[in-house]
C-alpha cells in the first residue's frame, strides 16, 4: 500500500501535492476556530496592519486582528458556499442540457432560449440584484451563485448530448426498447461526465472569485464574520501600508482553486475506462 | 526509382519499444503498380508513412533506409522532405472527404498544390488544374473547381485527391486505401483511373490495400505483410495463381467470391509454432435434431407491404422544400430461419428501409407485417414485445457499444431493460452468450475498448441474441472487419442461425458477402427494389441492368482486369 502511494507520488506529483493541500484544505474549514492561535474577532488598536512577527504569524489587518486565525476560520463559508453552489448548479445544469438536446423539440427550445438569455446578463449584475432583495447570508450566496452556473452546464451537457445522441450506441439502445430514464442514466450521463467535471472543477474556482467579488463589494458575508474573498476586498485598500495583507489570501485563494482544477483533470481520467492505466 | 531497405520501425511504449515493423524490402520501378496487402495491424500504413517522412513522433526506424531516386529519406530535414513531397512523392489517402479541407474550394486547393511547387501565375495554374480534372474525368470540370469538397461525392473528391497528388507530376504515388470508403461501381471508375493515369504519366504506384480484389484488378506485383513482417513478395499472377506462404493462401481463400458457393469460409489460424494456415472449420453441432432447411411455405416472418418513408430537404435556403423519398413502396417478405440479402449502392435507401423496420423511424406509409401482425404505426409503448423479437447488429463496432460499460453490462442489456431474471440468472445467461459467439468468459469484465473490431462485432451479436429475438437485422455487420476477420463472424452468424432458429435480414453492400450468406437477394436502387429473387437465380442470371452493373463492379480474382485487356 505504502509502496503504490509512493510509487503514485512518483508518476504524479502533481496529483498528490493536490490531493493533499485539498486535505489541509479541508482539514482547516473543519477545525478552524479551534486551531486559530488568537481570537479572530479581537480588535487591537495598538498593532493594525503589522507584518508577520512571533505573536502573529502572518500580521495583523486594519483592525489589529489576528490574519492567521481570520483566514483559517474564512475557509469555511468560502468552501460552503463555493462546493454547494457548484453541486447546485451541476445537478440542475446538466439536467436541463441534457433534456434540451435529448428532449422534445418544444422543451429544449424553451430550456435552451432561457439559458441563452440567462447568459446575456453578466453574472455579477443578476448576483447583485438577487443578493440585494435577499438577506445577505452562507445560504443565499450558496443558491444564488449556484442558479447562476446553472445556464453554464446546461451549454457543456448540451452539446455533450448532441454528440454522443448521434452515435450508434444510442440506436442501439433505442432498438433494445430502453426507457428515457436509463437512456439518459446509463448512456448519455456517463459519456458526458468529462467535459461535466472539467466544468465543475472551473465552476468551483468560479465561484469562490463570484463570492470574493460580493463579498467585496459587501454583498456577500457579512463583517465582521471573514471569507477570503472579502478579506482580499478590505486588504486592497491597504496595499502600502501592508501588503502582506493582500498576499496571504490571495496566495491561498490561487492554490486551493489550483488544486481542485489539478484534482478534476485527474478524476476526468479516472472516470473514463478508455483513459483509465492498468 | 523507390527502393525501402531492410526497413524496421518500432513505436516507444512504457515498456521500451515495441517493434511494428521489421525488415520490409521492396522497389517499385518507374510505372509500376506494387501492392501492399495485409489486415489492419500489419504494418502496411506506418510503412507507408517512413515512406513519406511523416512518421508520427512516438515511431522511430531502428534500422533501414528508403531511397527515393537515390536520397535517403530518412536522413532528410523537414525542410528538404517539404521539398520532396509533392514533387517526387504524392499521396492519396483512404477518406476523400476528410483528406480536403472544407472550407476552400476543391480549385483552390489544387490551384495551391501546384504553386506550392512550382512558380507559375495564378491563372495560369488555374488552367492546370481545369485540365487535371478534365484529365481525371470529372464532368463539368469548371463547375467542380467552384464547388467545396462537401458538395461533390466520395468519388468525386476521390477524383480532386487524385488531381492534386499527380498535379506536379511525382515519380511516386502512395495510394493508401484509395477506394476503401466508396461503392463498388465508384470503386471500379476511380483504379480505371489510376490506371490509366499511371501509364499515362509513367508514375510507380505504391497502393496499400486489404482488398485482394483491388490488387488483383490493377497491381503489377505485390507484397504480402502480416503483423509486420513481410510474407512473400510475387508478380500478381503468381501470387493468385500459385502463392507460396501459407498466409498468402489463406488469405485469398477466405474471399467470399462470388459463384463459390460454400456453407463456410474458411478462417486464418495460427498453430503454436507461428505457422500460418487456412482451415474450413465444420458447422457446429446444433443440439435438437430438427431439419434446419428453411420453409418457403411457411407464413412469412416479417412482410413489408408498399412501405414509403421520406425526407423534405430544401434544393436552396428559400427554396420550397422537395420530398426526397429516401424508401419508395418497398414490399419484401421474409421466411421463417431464412436470410435476406439487401444490397445497394450508398444513399439508396437500405439504412432507412432497416431502421424504418426496426421503428426507429415511424414510416410516412405502407405495412410492416411483423409474425402477421402490422408494427408501422404502433407507439413505443406498444411497440415494448417487439423489441424483444427484433435485434440489430450495427455497422459500426467501434460506435455501437457504449465505451463506458463492461461487456457484461453491455450483453445483459435487454435482459435489465425487460426487467428479466436476477442478478445470478443474467449472469449466467451472459456467460452462455460470450461462448455461443466465441468470446472468453474472462472477457465480461474488460470493457470494449479492449477488443479488437471482429471482438466488438460479437460482443454486439451476443447482447443482439440475449433475448432469444426471431428476427435479427444486420447493417453492414461485417463492412468494417478486415477480410479474414469477415469470414470469422460470417460463420459465427450462420452457425447461430442454425442454432437460435434466427432469420437474417442481412443489409450490404458487399455482394460477394451477401451472395455466401442469402437465400433471397433484393436489390436496391434509389429506394426501390429493382430486383428480387432466390440468390442463386439473381447471382447466376441477373435481370436488371443495374444488377449486372453491380456484379460486373466487384473485384474479383479470375475476372478480366482493368485496363489490362485481360491479362
Given at each position: 500500500m505504502t509502496s503504490r502511494t509512493l510509487g503514485l507520488a512518483r508518476s504524479q506529483p502533481a496529483f498528490v501535492a493536490s490531493l493533499a493541500v485539498l486535505a489541509i484544505v479541508l482539514l482547516m474549514a473543519i477545525s478552524g476556530g479551534w486551531l486559530a492561535p488568537h481570537d479572530p474577532f479581537t480588535l487591537n488598536p495598538q498593532a493594525?496592519?503589522?507584518?508577520?512577527?512571533?505573536?502573529h504569524w502572518l500580521g495583523t489587518d486594519e483592525f489589529g486582528r489576528d490574519l492567521l486565525s481570520r483566514l483559517l476560520i474564512g475557509i469555511r463559508p468560502t468552501l460552503i458556499v463555493a462546493l454547494g453552489a457548484t453541486v447546485i448548479s451541476a445537478v440542475f445544469g446538466s439536467l436541463l442540457g441534457i433534456a434540451g438536446a435529448y428532449g422534445r423539440p418544444w422543451l429544449s427550445f424553451l430550456i435552451m432560449r432561457a439559458v441563452d438569455i440567462m447568459l446575456s446578463f453578466p453574472p455579477i449584475l443578476l448576483a447583485l440584484l438577487a443578493v440585494g432583495f435577499w438577506e445577505s447570508g452562507v445560504l443565499s450566496l450558496t443558491v444564488v451563485i449556484g442558479v447562476l452556473y446553472i445556464p453554464h452546464f446546461a451549454r457543456v451537457a448540451h452539446s455533450a448530448t448532441l454528440q454522443v445522441t448521434r452515435q450508434e450506441f444510442m440506436e442501439a439502445e433505442h432498438a433494445m426498447g430502453a426507457s428515457v430514464r436509463r437512456v439518459v442514466f446509463t448512456a448519455i450521463l456517463p459519456n458526458i461526465l468529462s467535459p461535466l467535471v472539467v466544468q465543475a472543477t472551473l465552476t468551483v474556482a468560479a465561484a469562490i472569485l463570484l463570492e470574493s467579488g460580493l463579498s467585496f463589494l459587501g454583498l456577500g458575508i457579512v463583517p465582521p464574520e471573514p471569507s477570503w474573498g472579502q478579506m482580499i476586498g478590505t486588504a486592497r485598500g491597504y496595499l502600502g501600508q501592508n501588503p502582506m495583507y493582500v498576499i496571504w489570501p490571495s496566495l491561498l485563494l490561487a492554490l486551493t482553486v489550483l488544486a481542485i482544477n489539478v484534482v478534476g483533470d485527474r478524476l476526468r481520467d479516472i472516470l473514463d475506462p478508455r483513459l483509465r492505466e492498468e | 526509382m523507390l527502393e525501402v531497405r531492410n526497413l524496421s520501425i518500432a513505436f516507444k511504449t512504457r515498456d521500451g519499444l515495441k517493434s511494428a515493423v521489421r525488415n520490409i524490402d521492396f522497389t517499385i520501378g518507374p510505372g509500376e503498380i506494387l501492392g501492399l496487402v495485409g489486415e489492419s495491424g500489419s504494418g502496411k500504413t506506418i510503412t507507408s508513412l517512413a515512406v513519406m517522412g511523416l512518421l508520427p513522433p512516438n515511431a522511430v526506424v531502428t534500422s533501414g533506409e528508403v531511397l527515393v531516386d537515390g536520397t535517403d529519406?530518412?536522413?532528410?530535414g523537414s525542410g528538404e522532405l517539404r521539398k520532396l513531397r509533392g514533387r517526387h512523392i504524392a499521396m492519396i489517402f483512404q477518406d476523400p472527404i476528410a483528406s480536403l479541407d472544407p472550407i476552400f474550394t476543391c480549385g483552390d486547393q489544387i490551384i495551391e498544390a501546384i504553386r506550392l511547387h512550382e512558380t507559375v501565375g495564378k491563372a495560369q495554374a488555374r488552367q492546370r488544374a481545369i485540365e487535371l480534372l478534365d484529365k481525371v474525368k470529372i464532368p463539368d470540370p469548371e463547375r467542380a473547381m467552384r464547388a467545396y469538397p462537401h458538395e461533390l461525392s466520395g468519388g468525386q473528391c476521390q477524383r480532386i485527391m487524385i488531381a492534386m497528388a499527380v498535379a506536379c507530376k511525382p515519380h511516386i504515388i502512395i495510394a493508401d486505401e484509395p477506394t476503401t470508403a466508396l461503392d463498388v461501381t465508384v470503386q471500379k471508375q476511380v483504379l480505371d483511373l489510376l490506371r490509366g493515369l499511371n501509364e499515362e504519366v509513367g508514375a510507380a504506384i505504391l497502393l496499400i490495400t486489404h482488398d485482394l480484389g483491388v490488387i488483383y484488378e490493377v497491381a503489377d506485383r505485390v507484397v504480402v505483410m502480416y503483423s509486420g513482417d513481410k510474407i512473400e513478395e510475387a508478380t500478381t499472377a503468381d501470387l493468385f495463381n500459385n502463392p507460396k506462404s501459407g498466409y498468402a493462401k489463406a488469405l485469398i481463400d477466405s474471399m467470399p467470391t462470388p459463384g463459390g458457393q460454400h456453407d463456410r469460409l474458411p478462417v486464418i489460424e495460427r498453430d503454436a509454432l507461428g505457422n500460418v494456415f487456412s482451415v474450413r472449420p465444420e458447422p457446429r453441432v446444433r443440439s435438437s435434431n430438427v431439419a434446419a432447411a428453411p420453409d418457403a411455405n411457411a407464413s412469412p416472418l416479417l412482410e413489408i407491404r408498399d412501405l414509403v418513408k421520406s425526407y423534405w430537404i430544401k434544393p436552396a435556403p428559400l427554396a420550397m422544400p422537395v420530398e426526397m423519398r429516401a424508401v419508395d413502396r418497398v414490399s419484401l417478405s421474409i421466411a421463417p430461419r431464412s436470410t435476406l440479402g439487401l444490397v445497394g449502392e450508398s444513399g439508396c435507401g437500405k439504412s432507412t428501409l432497416s431502421r424504418a423496420v426496426m421503428r426507429l423511424y415511424r414510416p410516412d406509409a405502407g405495412e410492416i407485417l411483423f409474425k402477421g401482425q402490422d408494427i408501422a404505426s404502433l407507439s413505443e409503448g406498444e411497440m415494448r414485445p417487439f423489441r424483444r423479437e427484433i435485434a440489430m447488429v450495427f455497422q459500426n463496432p467501434y460506435g455501437s457499444l457504449n465505451p463506458r460499460k463492461t461487456v457484461a453490462e453491455l450483453v445483459e442489456a435487454p435482459l435489465v431493460i425487460f426487467g428479466e431474471g436476477t442478478a445470478t440468472v443474467r449472469r449466467r445467461r451472459v456467460a452462455g452468450l460470450l461462448e455461443a459467439v466465441g468470446l472468453p468468459a474472462t472477457a465480461a469484465a474488460k470493457y470494449p475498448h479492449e477488443f479488437s473490431g471482429g471482438q466488438r462485432q460479437r460482443i454486439a451479436i451476443a447482447r443482439a441474441l440475449a433475448l432469444n429475438p426471431s428476427l435479427v437485422i444486420c447493417d453492414e455487420a461485417v463492412s468494417a472487419l478486415d477480410v479474414s476477420v469477415q469470414a470469422q463472424v460470417l460463420n459465427l452468424l450462420k452457425d447461430l442461425q442454425v442454432e437460435f432458429d434466427l432469420t437474417y435480414l442481412f443489409i450490404s453492400h458487399d455482394l460477394s458477402v451477401v451472395e455466401h450468406v442469402s437465400d433471397t437477394v433484393a436489390v436496391m436502387q434509389k429506394g426501390r427494389i429493382v430486383e428480387y429473387g432466390s440468390a442463386k437465380a439473381i447471382f447466376a442470371n441477373p435481370k436488371e441492368a443495374y444488377t449486372r452493373m453491380l456484379l460486373d463492379a466487384v473485384p474479383t480474382i479470375g475476372s478480366d482486369r482493368v485496363g489490362k485487356g485481360g491479362a
Amino acid at each position: 500500500m505504502t509502496s503504490r502511494t509512493l510509487g503514485l507520488a512518483r508518476s504524479q506529483p502533481a496529483f498528490v501535492a493536490s490531493l493533499a493541500v485539498l486535505a489541509i484544505v479541508l482539514l482547516m474549514a473543519i477545525s478552524g476556530g479551534w486551531l486559530a492561535p488568537h481570537d479572530p474577532f479581537t480588535l487591537n488598536p495598538q498593532a493594525v496592519n503589522q507584518g508577520s512577527s512571533a505573536s502573529h504569524w502572518l500580521g495583523t489587518d486594519e483592525f489589529g486582528r489576528d490574519l492567521l486565525s481570520r483566514l483559517l476560520i474564512g475557509i469555511r463559508p468560502t468552501l460552503i458556499v463555493a462546493l454547494g453552489a457548484t453541486v447546485i448548479s451541476a445537478v440542475f445544469g446538466s439536467l436541463l442540457g441534457i433534456a434540451g438536446a435529448y428532449g422534445r423539440p418544444w422543451l429544449s427550445f424553451l430550456i435552451m432560449r432561457a439559458v441563452d438569455i440567462m447568459l446575456s446578463f453578466p453574472p455579477i449584475l443578476l448576483a447583485l440584484l438577487a443578493v440585494g432583495f435577499w438577506e445577505s447570508g452562507v445560504l443565499s450566496l450558496t443558491v444564488v451563485i449556484g442558479v447562476l452556473y446553472i445556464p453554464h452546464f446546461a451549454r457543456v451537457a448540451h452539446s455533450a448530448t448532441l454528440q454522443v445522441t448521434r452515435q450508434e450506441f444510442m440506436e442501439a439502445e433505442h432498438a433494445m426498447g430502453a426507457s428515457v430514464r436509463r437512456v439518459v442514466f446509463t448512456a448519455i450521463l456517463p459519456n458526458i461526465l468529462s467535459p461535466l467535471v472539467v466544468q465543475a472543477t472551473l465552476t468551483v474556482a468560479a465561484a469562490i472569485l463570484l463570492e470574493s467579488g460580493l463579498s467585496f463589494l459587501g454583498l456577500g458575508i457579512v463583517p465582521p464574520e471573514p471569507s477570503w474573498g472579502q478579506m482580499i476586498g478590505t486588504a486592497r485598500g491597504y496595499l502600502g501600508q501592508n501588503p502582506m495583507y493582500v498576499i496571504w489570501p490571495s496566495l491561498l485563494l490561487a492554490l486551493t482553486v489550483l488544486a481542485i482544477n489539478v484534482v478534476g483533470d485527474r478524476l476526468r481520467d479516472i472516470l473514463d475506462p478508455r483513459l483509465r492505466e492498468e | 526509382m523507390l527502393e525501402v531497405r531492410n526497413l524496421s520501425i518500432a513505436f516507444k511504449t512504457r515498456d521500451g519499444l515495441k517493434s511494428a515493423v521489421r525488415n520490409i524490402d521492396f522497389t517499385i520501378g518507374p510505372g509500376e503498380i506494387l501492392g501492399l496487402v495485409g489486415e489492419s495491424g500489419s504494418g502496411k500504413t506506418i510503412t507507408s508513412l517512413a515512406v513519406m517522412g511523416l512518421l508520427p513522433p512516438n515511431a522511430v526506424v531502428t534500422s533501414g533506409e528508403v531511397l527515393v531516386d537515390g536520397t535517403d529519406m530518412l536522413q532528410l530535414g523537414s525542410g528538404e522532405l517539404r521539398k520532396l513531397r509533392g514533387r517526387h512523392i504524392a499521396m492519396i489517402f483512404q477518406d476523400p472527404i476528410a483528406s480536403l479541407d472544407p472550407i476552400f474550394t476543391c480549385g483552390d486547393q489544387i490551384i495551391e498544390a501546384i504553386r506550392l511547387h512550382e512558380t507559375v501565375g495564378k491563372a495560369q495554374a488555374r488552367q492546370r488544374a481545369i485540365e487535371l480534372l478534365d484529365k481525371v474525368k470529372i464532368p463539368d470540370p469548371e463547375r467542380a473547381m467552384r464547388a467545396y469538397p462537401h458538395e461533390l461525392s466520395g468519388g468525386q473528391c476521390q477524383r480532386i485527391m487524385i488531381a492534386m497528388a499527380v498535379a506536379c507530376k511525382p515519380h511516386i504515388i502512395i495510394a493508401d486505401e484509395p477506394t476503401t470508403a466508396l461503392d463498388v461501381t465508384v470503386q471500379k471508375q476511380v483504379l480505371d483511373l489510376l490506371r490509366g493515369l499511371n501509364e499515362e504519366v509513367g508514375a510507380a504506384i505504391l497502393l496499400i490495400t486489404h482488398d485482394l480484389g483491388v490488387i488483383y484488378e490493377v497491381a503489377d506485383r505485390v507484397v504480402v505483410m502480416y503483423s509486420g513482417d513481410k510474407i512473400e513478395e510475387a508478380t500478381t499472377a503468381d501470387l493468385f495463381n500459385n502463392p507460396k506462404s501459407g498466409y498468402a493462401k489463406a488469405l485469398i481463400d477466405s474471399m467470399p467470391t462470388p459463384g463459390g458457393q460454400h456453407d463456410r469460409l474458411p478462417v486464418i489460424e495460427r498453430d503454436a509454432l507461428g505457422n500460418v494456415f487456412s482451415v474450413r472449420p465444420e458447422p457446429r453441432v446444433r443440439s435438437s435434431n430438427v431439419a434446419a432447411a428453411p420453409d418457403a411455405n411457411a407464413s412469412p416472418l416479417l412482410e413489408i407491404r408498399d412501405l414509403v418513408k421520406s425526407y423534405w430537404i430544401k434544393p436552396a435556403p428559400l427554396a420550397m422544400p422537395v420530398e426526397m423519398r429516401a424508401v419508395d413502396r418497398v414490399s419484401l417478405s421474409i421466411a421463417p430461419r431464412s436470410t435476406l440479402g439487401l444490397v445497394g449502392e450508398s444513399g439508396c435507401g437500405k439504412s432507412t428501409l432497416s431502421r424504418a423496420v426496426m421503428r426507429l423511424y415511424r414510416p410516412d406509409a405502407g405495412e410492416i407485417l411483423f409474425k402477421g401482425q402490422d408494427i408501422a404505426s404502433l407507439s413505443e409503448g406498444e411497440m415494448r414485445p417487439f423489441r424483444r423479437e427484433i435485434a440489430m447488429v450495427f455497422q459500426n463496432p467501434y460506435g455501437s457499444l457504449n465505451p463506458r460499460k463492461t461487456v457484461a453490462e453491455l450483453v445483459e442489456a435487454p435482459l435489465v431493460i425487460f426487467g428479466e431474471g436476477t442478478a445470478t440468472v443474467r449472469r449466467r445467461r451472459v456467460a452462455g452468450l460470450l461462448e455461443a459467439v466465441g468470446l472468453p468468459a474472462t472477457a465480461a469484465a474488460k470493457y470494449p475498448h479492449e477488443f479488437s473490431g471482429g471482438q466488438r462485432q460479437r460482443i454486439a451479436i451476443a447482447r443482439a441474441l440475449a433475448l432469444n429475438p426471431s428476427l435479427v437485422i444486420c447493417d453492414e455487420a461485417v463492412s468494417a472487419l478486415d477480410v479474414s476477420v469477415q469470414a470469422q463472424v460470417l460463420n459465427l452468424l450462420k452457425d447461430l442461425q442454425v442454432e437460435f432458429d434466427l432469420t437474417y435480414l442481412f443489409i450490404s453492400h458487399d455482394l460477394s458477402v451477401v451472395e455466401h450468406v442469402s437465400d433471397t437477394v433484393a436489390v436496391m436502387q434509389k429506394g426501390r427494389i429493382v430486383e428480387y429473387g432466390s440468390a442463386k437465380a439473381i447471382f447466376a442470371n441477373p435481370k436488371e441492368a443495374y444488377t449486372r452493373m453491380l456484379l460486373d463492379a466487384v473485384p474479383t480474382i479470375g475476372s478480366d482486369r482493368v485496363g489490362k485487356g485481360g491479362a
